[in-house]
């Protein structure tokens, strides 16, 4: 296991790095590794992205392909980011999701989700509270995704994970667990990777 110095180290260095390049966010380097090593953006035009502020991630899409349609949401407010579509709403709400689909058009190629809830300090309730809110990212992205679409969701590896993992096993073809290198070995955070949804009642697939 990696020690603590190192892992410090290893932070550091994304910290400077980040504030080098002009990222919001020091996990701006956790999406570039997912999207260079799983070719998340292969086949991508319209990204919705939940949970986006400050608004790293939203900054690497735009860098890696200026014609993505980007629209992010997140409940605090977003210095904007050019040629992306903000909307500031909390995605548990359905008058979010309502507004997501009308400013979507309805079909979404890719879903980021790097939610966290507002920190408790007591772990339980934190994990709970973030295992709803990617619960809630699945809802919206079952509703949304075109056939070959792909959901990516950081989730917190502790009471529900499990479950959750065996109930997306169902309900996507693929499904597996990513953990970029600039993400802390010793966090408990991990992200899902889950492509291609199952129509569930139907053996039709629409684009
Ligand atoms: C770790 S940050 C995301 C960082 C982002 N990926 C970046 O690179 O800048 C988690 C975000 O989740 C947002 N969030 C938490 N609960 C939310 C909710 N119910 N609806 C929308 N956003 C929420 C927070 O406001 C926060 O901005």
Redesign the pocket.
């Given at each position: 296991m990696m020690g603590r110095t190192q892992e410090e180290r290893k932070r550091e260095h994304y910290y400077r790095a980040a504030k080098k390049h002009g990222y919001?966010?020091r996990?701006?380097y956790k999406?570039r590794q997912v999207i260079a090593k799983h070719k998340l953006l292969t086949g991508v035009n319209v990204v919705l992205e939940?949970?986006?502020?400050?608004?790293?991630?939203?900054q690497v899409l735009r860098e890696l392909d200026s014609s993505l349609s980007v629209v992010a949401?997140?409940?605090?407010s977003m210095i904007p980011i050019e040629g992306v579509t903000f909307l500031q709403?909390?995605?548990?709400e359905p008058k979010?999701i309502e507004t997501i689909k009308t400013l979507t058009g309805g079909r979404v190629d890719l879903v980021l989700s790097?939610?966290?809830?507002?920190v408790s300090g007591a772990w339980d309730i934190d994990v709970a509270r973030q295992l709803f809110?990617v619960e809630k990212t699945f809802e919206i992205a079952s509703e949304l995704l075109s056939v070959k679409g792909k959901v990516l969701a950081k989730v917190f590896q502790g009471r529900g994970f499990q479950e959750l993992m065996e109930t997306l096993r169902t309900r996507f073809r693929f499904v597996k667990l990513v953990k970029p290198e600039a993400s802390r070995r010793t966090s408990a955070e991990i992200y899902i990777l889950a492509e291609s949804p199952v129509r569930l009642g139907s053996n039709k697939e629409t684009s």
């Open positions: 919001r966010s996990s701006a999406l939940l949970c986006c502020c400050p608004g790293g991630w939203t949401v997140d409940i605090e709403g909390d995605i548990t979010t790097d939610c966290s809830p507002k809110l």
